[in-house]
């Protein structure tokens, strides 16, 4: 009875704030395409959020009660993935998948600890990875879990092209009930990734309607989704862990206002909110400032535009960004200080590629934040200069003009986008800001300046931006970023038998301290702006211990530790 009410509290909170209730203004909601995990059809930074109609039998408001005890509490927390739940096409790589399992998860401090996996060995050459996995473990459904569905899990991911990249697997073979092999074409020091990331599926019942109806070993399993307005879980009684205290979560899909009017309201327990609005306060709730590895950045066409397409006839390159002298200005005369106090409110830090504050970050990449003298001087150097007095740069005919285009559904982006062009202008570049929907984004991608956004615990997404056959592929190197040296480093970097001996060629790749890398001093391919810190109200009455730090927003990374949540409140 209760799950039925909470479309019409959410339809009455977002007219609320369409008749002044709500503290910010109003942003419009653009459609998005959708969050499917296959990489032709989705985008890693895209946020799904749609505000949700009112079924025609609505239940009366006073059986929303259930929005303030501990068995029950309710989340806004992210966008839905309207394709569903199934990791073998990606689901959870940026976070705990929730129903399903992983063999390997990372601790608070971001330590590989097991998980299914009592333990795993790799073999001297690090082509084949020895599993041993827990005898204990059942799916949902009561069904065993043994090394076959390990095995169909691994295979079914290679075969599906989805998000997961396990591109490098040969092989998966059950060497026993609870054993198995995982043998690799070659070396991949990231494939450990895969066990962090990867949750097991049931060979018996992963069949075409999985992703809606996901079964696994994880601390929850699904009860009701209510597309477009809200996902309903509850704790699994056959989990092998330590049992979930909260027993029933809510996931509501709003945007960003309506979720902080609902937080306002009472109505939800834990609620993301854009960084502007952390300012705030919300009576009964205190703000968790979580740090996170999530980046924003502009992504600049890397090649000139020579008439070339993509298979769907989208246009590719942009003659004034695939000029070095402009991608290397615009990231000296960007004042990321300012950013991070002016849009984030103070919640975030620099980000000068899509690593900074990893292990794997490469020092000498950080170069001197705002300043226009350099940038100024780079121009100059590049050919560029005012000949007709109009105030914008030229060179060879060409003028220095270029559009940034942001996600209209997005308010950060389209605050940083803007501030961003604010600081670009001076130098004599025109900078023209436009908001568009997912949709229109997916056709001027690889020709225009784009505000994305990334950022994983795992370096194979730095591979994938900016490796070069990954141009074009879905949403990575939508520039065509191209360097034949980074390529050698990258692929030095990913063949490495361990994580330990891939660093200096990671680092390599950024910036080789000599005269190539993909980050401001070498070819500066994007202008990395700033990585966000994530930002949630949470109830007083919910202890949700030591967040990790988080990576990109989908998959909820909040909940990654979601089974020791506490409800503290009598």
Known sequence: MKQLVLPFVLLWLAGMLLTGCGQTEMQVVEEAP?????????????????????????????ETEAASGGDEIFLAIGGESEEGYD?????????APLFQSTLLKRDQDLNIVNDLAESYAVSEDGLVWTVKIREDAVFSDGEPLTAADVVYTFTKAGESGGLTDVTVLDEAVATGEYELELRLKEPQSTFINRLITLGIVPEHAH???????????????????????????EANPLYYGEPPQIE???????????????????????????????????EGMRLYDVQSVDNRG??????????????DGYPIGNDVTADLAIRQAVNYVIDRQALVAGVLEGYGSPAFGPVSGLPWEEPAAVVEDSAPEVAEQILADGGWADSDGDGVLDKDGLKAEFTIISPASDSTRQALALAAA???????????????????????????VIVFGWGSHDQTEMYNLYYSSSGGEGWYNTGYYANQAVDRYLDLAMGAPSQEEALVFWKSAQWDNQETGFTTPGDAAWAWLVNLDHTYFVSDCLDIGQPQI????????????????????S
Not at 298 to 311: D, N, R, S, V, Y
């Open 34 to 62: 959708a969050e499917t995990e296959a990489v032709e059809a989705v985008t890693p930074d895209q946020e799904v959020e749609t505000v949700a109609e009112a079924p025609a039998e609505a239940e009366p408001a006073a």
């Open 87 to 95: 990791p073998t096409l990606g689901w959870g790589r940026y976070g």
């Open 207 to 233: 069949g075409e309607d999985y992703a809606r109806q996901p079964i696994g070993s994880g601390p929850y399993r699904l009860v009701q989704w209510d597309e477009g307005q809200q996902l309903i879980v």
């Open 248 to 282: 029933r979560l809510v996931f509501l899909f709003t945007d960003e206002d309506t979720g902080f009017a609902a937080a306002q309201a009472g109505q939800v327990q834990v609620v993301s909110v854009p960084q502007a609005l952390a300012v705030q306060q919300i």
């Open 298 to 311: 502009l992504m600049f066409p890397f090649q000139p535009a020579t008439g070339q397409t993509t298979p």
């Open 422 to 448: 604010d600081m670009i202008t001076p130098l004599g570049i025109q900078v023209n800001v436009e908001g568009k929907s997912w949709d229109e984004i997916t056709e001027l991608k690889h020709s225009n």
């Open 550 to 569: 988080e990576p990109h927003g989908h998959g909820w990374p909040i909940t990654a530790n979601i089974a020791e949540w506490r409800w503290t409140c």
